[in-house]
């Protein structure tokens, strides 16, 4: 898999050593967005370059199944400042970062996606507002109208649900654009979590946090990657790691049960006592008998949920597998040690 041609020793211009600071990293996760690089970086570098800082572009290749990874490496030819990574297999937008993040040797990081949903030009808002100060500046998305009408309706419901049942408050409308500063990014890089929530970690870090409204653009080209399905798997990894509150519910479920159980049996001890014993009950035992089973299986299949994310953690396999790196001064050898 490796590719000797693009060994960090032949590239065209001599690496700058990691501890020469960077000031600022920009991470991509990118799957199959071979379209849309090139467009990227011409809108991208315009803005890097009018920051006048030392900065570093790191793309990680998700397993891409289209020409990704030729088009990286000839933007890294082109501008070596343009680091890549690539993943083994597709690991989901939540590793692609988690990686990126790892990667990244500036003072700040940004993350956006790759598909120019994300305008590039508003990291400059972010950037001034790190120099205010600020630890975390996120773009909050000034509507949805780019997503479907059931996504948005959905994705809001969730976020608000979420938001009730987390233990940290999470900004509405607030996506993975953000800019972060080093201690930001040393707190996640921290966190060796596998389900990896990364709107819930954000938050659960905290730091002086700033909101900056941007405007979604459609997608450049392709097509999304995150279908009903991933969207319906990705809140459950929300929810079932942000929460425990599935967990408790059914007790409390489980006591008003109960409850009405002994009111009812007060009832029906009642009724035998004044007007003797009477045989209909058939319903009355049906539907309690299904009540409860139903409520026993649903409290078994959380369970499980939790018992298997306790699982995949213990396994403690790596998050992600990196194939190829590019344009990292200790690159991939740190990363398989
Ligand atoms: N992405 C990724 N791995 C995946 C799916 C998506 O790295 O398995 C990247 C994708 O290349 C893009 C970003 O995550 O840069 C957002 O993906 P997409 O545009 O498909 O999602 P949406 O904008 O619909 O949320
Ligand atoms: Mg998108």
Not at 73 to 83: D, F, K
Request: contains cysteine.
């Amino acid at each position: 898999m490796l590719t000797p041609t693009h060994e960090p020793s032949k590239s065209p211009t001599p690496l700058r050593p990691l501890n020469e600071a960077t000031v600022l990293s920009v991470v991509l996760p990118m799957h199959n967005e071979g379209e849309n690089i090139d467009a990227l970086f011409a809108r991208l570098a315009p803005v890097m370059e009018r920051l006048g800082v030392p900065y570093e572009v790191v793309c990680v290749d998700d397993g891409s199944r289209d020409d990704t990874w030729v088009r990286l490496q000839a933007a890294h030819a082109a501008n070596p400042r343009i680091r890549l990574v690539r993943f083994s297999r597709n690991f989901g937008k939540e590793m692609a970062m988690t990686a990126g993040l790892r990667h990244a040797s500036g003072r700040a990081v940004v993350l956006m996606d790759s598909d120019l949903q994300h305008p590039p030009e508003v990291i400059e808002e972010f950037y001034a507002h790190w120099q205010a100060g600020a630890q975390v500046v996120y773009g909050v998305r000034r509507s949805r109208d780019t997503d479907p009408p059931l996504r948005r309706f959905l994705t809001r419901r969730f976020y608000r649900m979420l938001d009730g049942m987390s233990e940290v408050p999470l900004p509405r409308d607030a996506g993975d654009f953000r800019l972060m500063d080093r201690a930001v990014v040393d707190a996640l890089n921290q966190m060796g979590e596998r389900t990896r929530f990364m709107k819930g970690l954000y938050s659960w870090v905290g730091f002086r946090q700033v909101a900056v409204p941007f405007e979604t653009a459609p997608r450049h080209a392709g097509t999304t990657t995150f279908s009903t399905w991933k969207l319906f798997r990705f809140a459950m990894d929300g929810i079932v790691s942000f929460s425990t509150l599935p967990l408790r519910i059914w007790s409390w479920l489980g006591l008003a049960v109960a409850a009405i159980a002994v009111l009812y049996g007060a009832v029906i001890l009642l009724k035998t006592m004044i007007f003797g014993i009477d045989v209909p009950g058939y319903a009355s035992l049906m539907v309690a008998t299904l009540f409860i089973g139903g409520v026993q299986l649903i409290c078994l299949g959380v369970l499980g949920d939790y018992l298997g994310r306790v699982f995949t953690e213990v396994k403690g396999r790596p998050l992600y597998l990196v194939s190829d790196s590019v344009g990292f001064a200790t690159g991939a050898a740190a990363e398989t040690a």
